[in-house]
């Protein structure tokens, strides 16, 4: 027989039994994956899971919320059990081989009842109160993007600015100083409304209420390629209806460049008001940052050829495209393959494995990735306008480019005439184009695309963004 205890004080989930110890003892989840210390032996044993983890070399911190399987050597655990949990950094609870791990959000106000009245509560806030910044990137996915480069300089630039991030669960790691919020509690709600600025990159949501004073900056994320908001294929009122509400949220606007500027007012209907270009602050890290100390983090060497792997998400699928497998990949080209899927693939999916193969979907900041890639394959992500920062070269592995381009999106220009680099159908002809290395048969593709999307790429965009936040009198330093 197999019992579970959730040990707060020790942070951990034990699991007890009678006769010979296990050999292993995993806790294993979409995007996290922990061993046991397993003690005892003869008449008893037991199994000690720590409830947090370190991962990229940083702190250890509260595994991501989700359904999490353990992985007993020789252990019945069909009738075990332990009841929901709180503890101050998340939520546990057992049943047979399941562990479900949730936020440290007390459950009354997960309910219905328990979020709308912490919504009446943030529409009565008079808000706006505190010099602070409440910060969300990709839904409280990842703390990183443009709103994260932000931070970094602020942070320098204004330390009497409180920083709140909004995160879906503790197991993000926020910068530095700042102070995370768990999205839908007591704390989110109330950042949400007190905070001077809101730094966002994608929409707000739920029920937004501006505060007097409040501005909103709408980073975005990412020059398009696919076609955005107004512009998507197919006449819907009810997403008109969206688009017109969201974007009359923002007070600016920012693009990472002049063709950004006109794409996004249009599809956004964003008239009237400023749009900001001045490169995007992501990007700062691709001209100054150190790819040594970003491949060290990652456990790889600083000879190893580096591939990354980001394939933007499907409006028909969940999960992040299958049209690469990873490890053959790796062996073929003797490379170190970095896997990042799409933020909305984050959830959803789970961890790619395999020799010299790193899923990194869930790395905080997607430009320090590309920082120590060699080389980059996408395929319509607007990963594509970062990473010519680099002069690096790119692949477009494209195999479902004309159900892409005609029913699901639709593009604003013609990638296989604009391209700065080979596209490809399959991965037997990526392999090729790789081991071709024609870069030069593209260098002039390569050079008019950066001078029309990096022209303010120049590793100072942060630093511009914050010294116009302060100027105007939105926050004092």
Known sequence: MTTALIDGEREALVISGVGAKPSAASLVGPRARVEAKVTGGGKTWKATFPLRAPRWGGPALPLPAGAYRLEIAGADTSGMSAPDTMLPILRVAVEGDRVDIAPAIDPVYETAEGQSTLEERYVAQSGGTENAVFFESFYGQNAGCNPRAIDRVLAARAPAVTRYWAVADLSVEVPDGAVPVVEGSPEWWHARGASRVLIVN????????????????????????????????????????????????????????????????????????????????????????????????????????????????????????????????????????????????????????????????????????????????????????????????????????????????????????????????????????????????????????????????????????????????????
């Open 202 to 477: 994608d929409w707000l949501r739920r029920r937004f209420a501006r505060k007097p004073g409040q501005k909103v900056l709408q980073t975005w994320h990412g020059t398009p390629l696919k076609r955005l908001a107004l512009h998507r294929p197919g006449f819907d009122p009810r997403r008109m209806m969206a688009v017109f509400k969201e974007s009359r949220r923002w007070d600016v606007l920012l693009a990472q460049n002049t063709y950004s500027e006109r794409i996004l007012r249009k599809a956004y209907a964003f008239l009237g008001r400023p749009v900001w270009v001045e490169g995007y602050p992501r990007n700062d890290v691709l001209v100054d940052g150190d790819a040594a100390d970003v491949r060290a983090q990652l456990g790889i060497g600083p000879e190893e050829h580096v591939l990354l792997y980001a394939p933007t998400w499907r409006d028909d699928r969940a999960e992040m495209v299958d049209f690469v497998d990873p490890e053959r990949l790796a062996q073929e080209t003797d490379s170190v393959v970095l896997v990042r899927g799409h933020s909305r693939t984050l959830g959803p999916g789970r961890d790619r494995v395999g020799a010299r193969v790193i899923d990194v979907t869930g790395y905080p900041e997607t430009a320090r990735l590309l920082l120590a890639a060699d080389a980059l394959i996408t395929d319509y992500s607007s990963v594509m306008f970062d990473f010519s920062v680099t002069g690096k070269p790119m692949y477009f592995l494209v195999p479902d480019l004309e159900h892409y381009r005609g029913e699901l999106r639709g593009f604003y220009f013609d990638l296989s005439e604009r391209a700065p680099g080979p596209l490809v159908r399959t991965q037997e002809e990526l392999v090729r184009a790789l081991a071709g290395n024609d870069v030069d048969a593209y260098a002039a593709r390569y050079l008019a695309w950066r001078a029309q999307f990096n022209r303010r790429d120049d590793g100072k965009a942060a630093d511009r963004v914050v010294s116009r936040i302060l100027d105007q009198g939105w926050l004092t330093a």
